[in-house]
């Protein structure tokens, strides 16, 4: 019996030293992380991009209190046809920090905190710490998110992704959850305000979201696919009422025709001109895709391999988080 409560204090204790030692490694990756994104934030000149085009725009909607309409030089910006999350967050925190650089970008660096913060913890959750430490040294170690219009610029690119990652993780939790359908509507209202930060990019999220409710056998309440309607579209819809009512379809005719159509038939030209083998090419060559595909391969050999050995292959074809990374990895990158 004494042996018993011996062996079982030093269990005890060993697992409390492993969990401290856990904790050790996530505290300082994050703390890298930190340094990487908020160290002389204020310090690089502002981008003559979007950058300086929401920094104006936000700063022009607290000078005219007009919070519909976003202006460049006080006339109607029809350049910069992005819907305006992304400026009332930039307004938000000119309002609480004053009108400087940091407060300019400082919104975008939070954002990008929370979707390292969020992915972290899903991969603990789901997959343990050797997992959870793999994908924080692959997410320091690329340097265009910290340096190339994401995490330490001020535009709507970073506030888009954390409502894109928050949509899908809020995926993951519905296939997992008993309550899955409030999950769902979570997933539906964060991609509807993914379009109301960066506009028919969020086309992405609606058709990863649409996918995975035709993959999910037992979703076919019309109930539920009414609320997961509303969640999703409602809030895009009142803005688009109030634009509308401000300036007619100047704005919202403008942003279609550009994201959309202009996009399309520059797609169809390029294709037209250079052919589709360009286009495989390019993605190739782009750092990004090699990156992608290195994980892709990677990450589906060793499934591919640990299936096999506990032949439940069949399971992995039939496994919806496999499905939903796919959908997460490969639908916005290749249609973006």
């Known amino acids: 019996m004494k042996n018993g409560r011996i062996a079982l204090q030093h269990f005890t204790e060993v697992a409390l030293s492993r969990k401290r030692a856990q904790r050790i490694v996530y505290l300082a990756l994050l703390l890298l992380f930190l340094f990487l994104t ?50 009332w967050m930039i307004a938000a925190s000119f309002k609480a920090l004053g009108y400087c650089v940091l407060a300019l ?56 992704n954390l409502l ?15 309550r899955y359908d409030w999950w769902l509507y979570l997933s539906g209202f964060l991609a509807s305000l993914a379009f109301l930060s960066k506009s028919f990019h969020a086309v992405a999220v609606y058709v990863i979201i649409a996918a995975n409710a035709i993959l999910r056998k037992e979703l076919r309440s019309v109930r539920i696919y009414a609320k997961l309607a509303i969640a999703a579209f409602f809030p895009i819809f009142i803005w688009m009422v109030m634009r509308f009512f401000a300036d007619g379809f100047d704005f919202l005719g403008s942003m279609f025709g550009v994201d959309v159509v202009d996009r399309i038939h520059s797609f169809q030209a390029e294709i037209q001109t250079e052919g589709a083998v360009s286009i495989i090419h390019y993605l190739l060559h782009y750092r990004p895709s090699q990156i992608l595909l290195i994980i892709i391969v990677f990450s589906g050999t060793i499934c591919l391999i640990d299936a096999v050995e506990k032949e439940t292959l069949l399971n992995l074809v039939h496994n919806q988080d496999v499905w939903l990374y796919s959908l997460w990895f490969l639908f916005p990158h290749f249609v973006f």
């Not at 899903?122 to 994401?150: I, N």
Request: glycine share 4%.
């Open 164 to 178: 894109v990652v928050g949509a899908v993780l809020a995926l993951f939790r519905s296939n997992q959850s008993k």
């Open 38 to 87: 908020f160290y002389r934030l204020d310090q690089a000149p502002i981008r003559n991009w979007d950058e300086a085009r929401h920094g104006i725009s936000a700063y022009e909607m607290l000078q005219s209190g007009n919070y519909v309409i976003n202006t460049y030089r006080y006339d109607k910006d029809l350049w910069n046809l992005k819907p305006p999350l992304s400026f």
């Open 105 to 160: 970008r400082i919104p975008s660096a939070i954002c990008f905190t929370l979707i390292f913060l969020l992915i972290a913890g899903h991969m603990h959750k789901r997959y343990g710490f050797t997992s959870t430490v793999a994908y924080m040294v692959l997410f320091l170690s690329y340097s265009d998110l910290f340096l190339s219009h994401f995490g330490r610029s001020a535009d709507a690119d970073a506030l888009y």
